[in-house]
T-cell receptor, first 114, second 113 residues
Framework: KAGVTQTPRYLIKTRGQQVTLSCSPI?????VSWYQQTPGQGLQFLFE???????NKGNFPGRFSGRQFSNSRSEMNVSTLELGDSALYLC?????????????FGPGTRLLVL | EDKVVQSPLSLVVHEGDTVTLNCSYE??????LLWYKQEKKAPTFLFML????IEKKSGRLSSILDKKELFSILNITATQTGDSAVYLC?????????????FGSGTQLTVLP
């Protein structure tokens, strides 16, 4: 099975711009979660999608949004970029069966805001 | 607010040593605890624990959860230089259909030859 893929892998934007990141989960996984990782804050939960519905949202401003398509692929959008949005954005797909969950991360998109 | 605290923050050992990494949590509607290994890339899933007192093992790694005392430990025996990484633990809570994973800040493990 192919792993979780994220595109693009690297991105440089300037303040005020907007960006869209894409994540394709492992085939058969219906849950996709997004995280922001920075040296100062560590890994922080952004949101989770399951069957095209947002199941939960972390403590981030409304500039961060996402969606999931019928094929489980997910996109994350950040509008009006700020310098502090520079981070590694990770998506993870997960699968639950028999009460056991496994979660696999993609390689991440490294975003630099200048 | 959910909280996950890992200790120690960093650890330096020599090959062959055994290490124990700690993770304590305060999470409303706790469901499970997950361990990950992160090298210079995305985290790799290690274990998911839901029941107290049941050890999970994978090779030289093992982990156990104590839901009464709200902590988990990750043991690595006979460490190798390839075990050098940041080890993250995360607690998942459920509230209706909403789920959220809160991560600790990680333990940086360095294994010297």
């Amino acid at each position: 099975k192919a792993g979780v893929t994220q595109t693009p892998r690297y991105l440089i934007k300037t303040r005020g711009q907007q960006v869209t990141l894409s994540c394709s989960p492992i085939s058969g996984h219906r849950s996709v979660s997004w995280y922001q990782q920075t040296p100062g804050q560590g890994l922080q939960f952004l949101f989770e999608y399951f069957s095209e519905t947002q199941r939960n949202k972390g403590n981030f401003p409304g500039r961060f949004s996402g969606r999931q398509f019928s094929n489980s692929r997910s996109e994350m959008n950040v509008s009006t970029l700020e310098l502090g949005d520079s981070a590694l954005y990770l998506c993870a797909s997960s699968f639950e069966a028999g009460g056991q969950e496994t979660q696999y991360f993609g390689p991440g998109t490294r975003l630099l805001v200048l | 607010e959910d909280k996950v605290v890992q200790s120690p923050l960093s650890l330096v050992v020599h090959e062959g040593d055994t290490v124990t990494l700690n993770c304590s949590y305060e999470v409303t509607n706790f469901r499970s605890l997950l361990w990950y290994k992160q090298e210079k890339k995305a985290p790799t899933f290690l274990f998911m624990l839901t029941s107290s007192g049941i050890e999970k093992k994978s090779g030289r790694l093992s982990s156990i959860l104590d839901k009464k005392e709200l902590f988990s430990i990750l043991n690595i025996t006979a460490t190798q230089t390839g075990d050098s990484a940041v080890y993250l633990c995360a607690a998942r809570r459920y509230s209706g259909s909403a789920r959220q994973l809160t991560f600790g800040s990680g333990t940086q493990l360095t294994v010297l030859p």
